[in-house]
């Protein structure tokens, strides 16, 4: 198929945005007047899913509460050669979804992320949220050697491939994060393109806690660390063991050419420490070595296919 006969669809979650979601379908429609788009009401009580409707936008109803089951439905239900993913809130500018897609037809990237930070409106980010989020950026980027500035980001596009092979298990605001995470894992390639983000109109309300969806955010990136990165991981913790257990040993050795008695306590900590690091070790490199066969029955599956799909057009 050619990139002038693809389709795109046009995906945005919603909660409770009955303030902007007319406005948001309204000006996609404008930008990409071929393409279809979808509101995913997550359970709206304020008319929201009415609006979108009347706006143009189909309108799919998720049950489940949570913007990570919302993203799930809309891979699992919405098939398209390309789509964007897009909050219903009116921050992220319309516009820029051409510069979004550019790369993709282009062949030149798998995912490209609006990138934020580079220019916000005074107000846009809750107090911590950049700060939380370069923080977040940063361990991304030491875990994977990339070079991402905003991983964080609700503004994305990226093709039916990815759709396909992405497994969603996030409930709630982390999604975005799994989503970037699942592209480094699978050596995918992303692009940032950088969009000028908008603070919320007036009578609109974030949903985002600050804490609790931060706290949320890391506990997934060490999840996936845990899962994808097992030799790093645990790795990480059989040294930390052995550190512990050498400096047992040093007390030890120093108690013994003292003459004085060893410390019960020292020797089974020393013991104790030295089997958990070689037991941390074990798991680490029994899960890597399963990962990476993993990531080789992956590929060849793509390959496969690819050639049937090929084939069959």
């Known amino acids: 198929m050619t990139n002038s006969a693809a389709s795109t669809a046009v995906l945005i979650p919603c909660y409770n945005e009955a303030t902007t979601i007319a406005k948001v379908v309204s000006d996609f429609r404008s930008c990409l007047p071929a393409a279809d788009i979808y509101v995913f009401d997550n359970n709206s009580t304020d008319g929201s899913g009415m609006l979108a409707s009347q706006a143009g936008a189909a309108v799919i109803n998720e049950k489940r509460q949570g913007k990570g089951f919302v993203v799930a439905s809309m891979l699992q239900k919405v098939y398209a050669d390309y789509y964007i993913m897009v909050d219903g809130d009116d921050t992220y500018p319309a516009d820029a979804c051409i510069h979004l897609l550019n790369p993709l037809k282009n062949a030149e990237a798998d995912m490209v992320v609006g990138q934020r930070l580079t220019g916000f409106e005074k107000g846009s980010f809750r107090p911590f949220h950049v700060f939380g989020n370069r923080m977040i950026c940063a361990l991304m980027n030491t875990i994977f050697n990339s070079r991402l500035k905003d991983p964080l980001s609700g503004y994305r596009a990226f093709t039916r491939e990815v759709a396909l092979q992405l497994p969603v298990v996030a409930i709630g605001f982390d999604i975005e994060t799994?989503?970037?995470?699942?592209?480094?894992?699978?050596?995918?390639?992303?692009?940032?393109?950088?969009?000028?983000?908008?603070?919320?109109?007036?009578?609109?309300?974030?949903?985002?806690?600050?804490?609790?969806?931060?706290?949320?955010?890391?506990?997934?990136?060490?999840?996936?660390?845990?899962?994808?990165?097992?030799?790093?991981?645990?790795?990480?913790?059989?040294?930390l063991s052995e550190i512990v257990a050498l400096t047992a040993g040093i007390f030890i050795i120093r108690s013994l050419n003292a003459g004085e008695n060893v410390s019960v306590i020292l020797a089974v900590a020393c013991s104790s420490f030295f089997i958990i690091g070689i037991f941390f070790a074990s798991i680490g490199i029994i899960l890597n070595s399963l990962n990476f066969r993993l990531l080789e029955n992956m590929s060849a599956l793509e390959k496969q296919i690819r050639w049937i799909k090929e084939n069959k057009d």
């Open 178 to 239: 799994e989503l970037t995470l699942q592209m480094l894992y699978r050596h995918m390639v992303i692009h940032e393109v950088p969009v000028h983000y908008r603070s919320r109109p007036s009578g609109s309300s974030s949903k985002l806690n600050t804490f609790k969806d931060g706290f949320r955010v890391l506990f997934k990136i060490f999840s996936i660390l845990r899962s994808y990165k097992p030799l790093t991981f645990f790795g990480s913790l059989a040294i």
